[in-house]
């Protein structure tokens, strides 16, 4: 591979995260995982190092600004630089807004939001003193719609990506690209919430999801553009999906 880069990923344990991992490594970057179930990156860090190719992990709570820093410091220490963060962790407990979840609404914006924000500071300076780097940026087509008991997730998601439109107008050296998926076969649908709420996401999502090795590609395709080309966004939708 000509341009092989440093990329850091959050909530690499599953879904998109590990679909991402699978597919930048594959293509010849250096992964660097992060999540809290480390157990499942020790396997897939294995995993991908007997295929012959490099990868790392490390335990990662996006929830917590030290944890974020020291994920990003570890990285840059022993690689001396950070070419790709790819914000990915989420959650998703979807239920009625009278339903007053509030414990799974401000976990929403602790990981959905303040996590991304949580990434964006720990890798911002770092990529400003190199002048160069990219920053992804996983939202939702949640954040371009909203439909009932959804409404908090897709207010992390609107905010996802009016911060990182924002941040890509702030600078010039730094990629700023928004991933916005649609229904995708992951995790997200099977935790949380309110539980007929949660069932009936789930069967739209075995109805018509896609496989977030989709989502993958397009992040792929997003890192792989020239330094001065910025894919802004990429809406990824499953061709069933009509609303």
Do not use: C
């Not at 030290?66 to 220490?77: H, I």
């Not at 990506?161 to 928004?178: F, K, P, Y």
């Amino acid at each position: 591979m000509q341009n092989p880069k440093i990329v850091l990923v959050t909530g690499a344990s599953s879904g998109i995260g590990e679909a991402t991992a699978r597919h930048l490594a594959a293509a010849g970057h250096l992964v660097v995982l992060g999540a809290r179930r480390v157990d499942r990156l020790e396997l897939l860090v294995k995993e991908l190092t007997d295929a012959g190719y490099q990868a790392e992990y490390a335990e990662l709570d996006v929830t917590a600004p030290d944890s974020v820093k020291a994920f990003a410091a570890g990285a840059l220490e022993r690689h001396g630089r950070i070419d790709v963060l790819v914000n990915n962790a989420g959650v998703m407990p979807l239920s009625l807004v009278e339903a007053l979840r509030v414990e799974d609404w401000n976990q929403m914006i602790d990981v959905n939001l303040r996590g991304v924000l949580h990434g964006i500071a720990a890798v911002l300076p770092v990529m400003n003193e190199q002048k160069s780097g990219q920053i992804i940026n996983v939202a939702s087509t949640a954040g371009h719609r909203v439909y009932p008991t959804g409404a908090v997730y897709s207010a992390t998601k609107y905010g996802v990506r009016a911060l990182s439109e924002g941040l890509r107008q702030e600078t010039s050296d730094i990629r700023v690209t928004i991933i916005s998926p649609g229904f995708t076969l992951t995790e997200l649908t099977t935790i949380g919430g309110d539980p007929d709420t949660r069932q009936g996401a789930r069967e739209t999502a075995e109805t018509i999801g896609i496989d977030p090795s989709a989502i993958a590609g397009a992040i792929g395709y997003a890192i792989a553009q020239p330094a001065d080309v910025d894919v802004s966004e990429i809406v990824v939708n499953p061709t069933a999906a009509k609303f």
